[in-house]
């Protein structure tokens, strides 16, 4: 099975993206779903979004937008990924290697992209980075 490694390079600026390059962000919604799916607080670990090569696709079976939630949760429901990895990787931004697998709605389970799409655009990412919060004085 084919892997695409990953690494967490420094965060862009959001307002000028490099063509291609999305900002995904994490809604209240997602945010809910997050801490349910990784039993943890997930607005204290303070991720607002998430990098990806495209723009957000919405789901066909519901409507929902796809997002960070949909990636983990794909990881987990197939067991690439367990909780406590899932946490680590978000919190420290450190390597891994991840198996290509389609993305799913989390929601209604209809799938977003199949198992290539997605790994073609790993490959051109560097998986999911991470958005520091924007913080106004």
């Known amino acids: ?10 965060n862009p600026d959001p307002n000028n ?3 291609g390059v999305y900002l995904w962000p994490v ?9 349910a799916m990784l039993k943890t607080d997930f607005p204290a670990m303070r991720i607002t979004g998430t990098y990806v090569v495209g723009p957000q696709i919405k789901c066909e079976g519901c409507g929902k937008l796809s997002g960070l939630d949909d990636f983990i949760s794909g990881a ?4 690439i990924h367990d909780t406590k ?10 390597e891994n290697n991840t198996p ?3 993305l799913e709605c989390c929601v209604c389970g ?3 992209l199949e198992r290539n799409s ?18 106004s004085m």
């Open 85 to 94: 990895f899932m946490i680590n990787a978000l919190e420290t931004g450190g």
């Open 76 to 79: 987990l429901k197939y067991g």
């Open 27 to 35: 809604d209240k919604d997602q945010s809910d779903r997050l801490s």
């Open 100 to 102: 290509a697998h389609k």
């Open 118 to 135: 997605i790994t073609a655009m790993a490959k051109q990412t560097s998986w999911i980075d991470f958005v520091s919060p924007m913080i």
């Open 110 to 112: 209809k799938t977003f």
């Open 1 to 10: 099975m084919a892997s695409v490694s990953t690494t967490q390079p420094a």
């Open 17 to 19: 993206l490099p063509e």
